[in-house]
T-cell receptor, first 113, second 114 residues
């Protein structure tokens, strides 16, 4: 089982739709949580960090449920420019004090006119 | 803005050859992590460098090695290339103790092994 699991996608939605992505992680020692966006053949870029209390950034809302080890991303009023792959990412600290990001496989979103 | 710089952007190599990829971290960052991203998959952790030392590596063979220099820049070396090494190689930089802000990624090196 992968440490970070995401909806496989792709999600094909019309402009203006609301779309939700789900993600689960298996290691309860995970400490920080993020959503990254990756455009085709480009590098991942940080979309938003995910706080325990949930947080919103414009049309994007992220939620974290530590008890269920579940993370979500909600996109409202989808735009054509939202078309991309959304990567769920967790981090944890390993022995020796270093930490690393662990990525899900990503969920592809295609917004059409 | 001095973001993460990777070179080269694209590379074609033959099986059995060796390759060196380079990365300059974002200004002010001191930690460099390398990831391999195969088509349709999420990035997979290769290793991380801090204070010129490799701190941990992922599930990659010893053919993958690296180095960090005093100016925090880093190299990834892959020996005896296999067809399966074809992927996008991403370098990410961060500031030790500030992981909460996430990593900054370079645009990657797309390696094709033929």
């Amino acid at each position: 089982r992968k440490e970070v699991e995401q909806d496989p996608g792709p999600f094909n939605v019309p402009e203006g739709a609301t779309v939700a992505f789900n993600c689960t992680y298996s290691n309860s020692a995970s400490q920080s949580f993020f959503w990254y966006r990756q455009d085709c053949r480009k590098e991942p870029k940080l979309l938003m960090s995910v706080y325990s209390s949930g947080n919103e950034d414009g049309r994007f809302t992220a939620q974290l449920n530590r008890a269920s080890q579940y993370i979500s991303l909600l996109i409202r009023d989808s735009k054509l420019s939202d078309s991309a792959t959304y990567l769920c990412v967790v981090s944890r600290t390993f022995s020796g004090g270093y930490n690393k990001l662990i990525f899900g496989a990503g969920t592809r979103l295609a917004v059409h006119p | 803005d001095a973001g993460v710089t990777q070179s080269p952007t694209h590379l074609i190599k033959t099986r059995g050859q060796q390759v060196t990829l380079r990365c300059s971290p974002k200004s002010g960052h001191d930690t460099v992590s390398w990831y391999q991203q195969a088509l349709g998959q999420g990035p997979q952790f290769i290793f991380q460098y801090y204070e010129e030392e490799e701190r941990q590596r992922g599930n990659f063979p010893d053919r993958f090695s690296g180095h960090q220099f005093p100016n925090y820049s880093s190299e990834l070396n892959v020996n005896a290339l296999l067809l399966g090494d074809s992927a996008l190689y991403l370098c990410a930089s961060s500031l030790e103790g500030r992981l909460y802000y996430g990593y900054t990624f370079g645009s990657g090196t797309r390696l094709t092994v033929v």
